[in-house]
């Protein structure tokens, strides 16, 4: 089976070069197509981070075993990493965090395990980057949840959990302040929930998560998150295990899949061949896992868990009263212990799978559109207006222009209400949310949001609006704070 390799930037060429010398030595049946991806191929001038021929590659081969890449500074520019989850529709980001021994932590000294997956939504959230200045101190960023999208996670989260025979999934939210947002994702967790009885199905406040990690993470085994709110508590969860050299990542979609170390470049240490290959290692193993090669991964992984038992480490990690190994010996001490067994933590040797093709050809891309079961209308509409003015002038030209058909229900600044009630203790910034709902509750069209518009525009800049729609007569928006 051939698949796509892209070594990286800083220290990825070292540490890819490291695992690929494994793989190569413990016989797995791969070959390799390098491709050009990472910050030199932006300095090339290609806005995405990788060559044509890259991307037409992995979307033929449908798996990518990538080292860390940088994105530049300053130059207005997304993040490869996040460009290629996001184009390939790499949905689920999954992070395994186990204790290894001889990797010496708080909790491996008070003799607490921790074996904690975190699935962590890919695709949406704050993470799509679309943000406006609103005005000069203003900035916004959308944040999109969608029902398709959280299904797509959440249902790889369950199916995973129960296919390895967890005890229990957690959703960590914010549902309660992102009510619509934080909320849908709790929804269709809990929807997805029901076709699983046999799992344990809970759900915790984000924060409250990240303290109950800290202080008892052998509680936890798997946990669903949103994108962002996922990318913390998933580095918070690498720190309970030794860091990011310890952490191996997976980027799951349906044609495609992405394997990748998550730590930086380290280019202080670039070229001196002193890194720690381990977490590009561990994630070389998930793809092993992944494509079907069963007996190579635990092969490797038992060796790799065998050398850290016996205190080998690099010079980030481990004993510093004993000397430690550069790149090349570390990757050769595992390569040595092969068909060796740790006394902890060893992989049962499985027999390899016959591997099933990693891509599909598609000629067009996929909708995702879930049954509308409810009638949708427009009851109003949002404006994000530009003034310095105080709440009660802006009100009163408002109210100038709402007409036969709308009413301004209130004014509120950075979601905080200040008209028709507020106090003067409330601190305000120049953009301010004015909300129009029609007179007597019935329905509006686009053309009167617009006709409300264009009135309005005469007296503010409009920086932005949003309509207010309804569902089967429950409100589709959130309220401001105090109304």
Known sequence: MKIAVAKGDGIGPEIMDAVLTIFRMGKVPLEYEFVDMGKWVFDKGFSNGMTPEAQHTIEELGILFKGPMETPKGKGVKSVNVTARKTWNTYANKRVFQTLHGVDTVFSKAGIPIDITIVRENIEDTYGGIEHMLTQDVALSRRFITRPGSLQVIKYAFEMAKKNGARRITCGHKANIMKLTDGLFLECFMEVAKEYPELKADDIIVDDLAMKLVVR??????????????????????????????????????????????????????????????????????????????????????????????????????????????????????????????VQGAKPILPNMTPTPTSFKLDRNEMMVTEETQKEYIVG????????????????????HGGVKFNLINISNRGTQVWPTGSVYTNLVNQYNVRFESIDGSPLNQMDVLGLYVSLSGDFKICSSELLNMWGGKKAYSLAQGQ
């Open 381 to 400: 509409v949002d404006f994000f207006i530009e003034s310095s003015e105080q709440p009660v002038n802006i009100a009163k030209k408002c109210q100038r």
């Open 217 to 342: 993470p052998q509680e936890f085994d798997v946990v669903v998150l949103t994108n962002l709110q996922g990318d913390i508590i998933s580095d918070l969860c690498a720190g309970l295990v030794g860091g990011l050299g310890f952490a191996p990542s997976a980027n799951i979609g349906d044609h495609i899949a992405i394997f990748e170390a998550v730590h930086g470049t380290a280019p202080d240490i670039a070229g001196k061949n002193i890194a720690n290959p381990t977490a590009l290692l561990l994630s070389g193993i998930a793809m092993l896992r992944h494509l079907g090669f069963m007996e190579n991964a635990a092969i490797i992984e038992n060796a790799l868990l065998f050398t850290l038992e016996q205190k080998v480490h690099t010079g980030d990690f481990g004993d510093k009263s004993t000397p430690s190994l550069n790149t090349t010996q570390f990757a050769a001490a595992i390569i040595g212990n092969f068909g060796k067994t740790p």
